[in-house]
């Protein structure tokens, strides 16, 4: 990789996390920390903002916009690749902020990548069984839930097909046996449950911030199990 290629790719890691430390740069790219150094002063030397934190790392500054990264026609097929299995693993809303997301990718693209990565996804089909239907269309408003800890209020039919009525605090998501699960402080129980999402009937948000002080992040949570 050329020092300008370097360069952007630097970029788009800083700008898609938080906040990154040098040594994840160096070992991202296989350079040294010093050669890290010197490629973070060369962006701030033509104007990216970059700001430091003890203990947490390198960060753009907010508010600072950088045209879109065109993208190589290896990097377009992957996405495409990734995008075709939401056709299985993913509810209507979230296909169709999919697919939204992949139509912003393709204006990027040149006109021959674009024309290349419109024929690849006319190719890649995924199969579903006759007796596959849709999960509920939840997901994209359980993510909205984990990200701005949000209590949930839902009607959940369990595996005995009995109805119950639930307040929760999502924690994360996991996906086995073939399909969604959601992780959730459930208030009626008082503790941790897997909730299958597809057998959620009704869901809401109130846009109440979660009640209880301190949770497990997902990790945590599987962790526990074993």
């Not at 150094?37 to 508010?63: C, H």
Request: aromatic share 10%; proline share 2%; charged share 30%.
């Amino acid at each position: 990789m050329n020092r300008i290629d370097r360069l952007v790719a630097i970029l788009t890691t800083l700008q898609s996390r938080k906040f990154v430390t040098a040594e994840f740069i160096a070992d991202k790219y296989e350079i040294s920390e010093r050669t890290v150094y010197r490629d973070l002063k060369a962006l701030g030397e033509i104007g990216v903002p970059i700001d430091f934190e003890a203990n947490k790392g390198y960060s753009i500054l907010q508010g600072f916009f950088l045209p879109p990264i065109s993208l190589t026609s290896e990097e377009a097929n992957a996405l495409i690749l990734i995008t075709t299995l939401s056709d299985k693993f993913a509810d209507k809303t979230t296909r169709t902020n999919i697919e939204n997301a992949i139509s912003k990718i393709k204006s990027v693209l040149r006109k021959t990548d674009k024309d290349n990565a419109d024929f690849l996804q006319s190719q890649i089909r995924i199969y579903k069984s006759p007796t596959e239907t849709d999960s509920s269309d939840y997901l994209t408003a359980i993510q909205k839930s984990i990200t701005n800890k949000q209590i949930l209020f839902i009607e959940y039919t369990d595996n005995n097909a009995e109805k119950s009525q639930r307040e929760i605090e999502p924690i994360g998501l996991t996906f086995y046996s073939n399909q969604w699960h959601l992780v959730a402080w459930c208030w009626k129980r008082k503790a941790y449950r897997d909730f299958k999402v597809n057998q959620i009937t009704n869901l809401k948000n109130k846009g109440e911030i979660f009640r209880k002080t301190k949770h497990y992040d997902i990790n945590e949570y599987i962790k526990s199990l074993h």
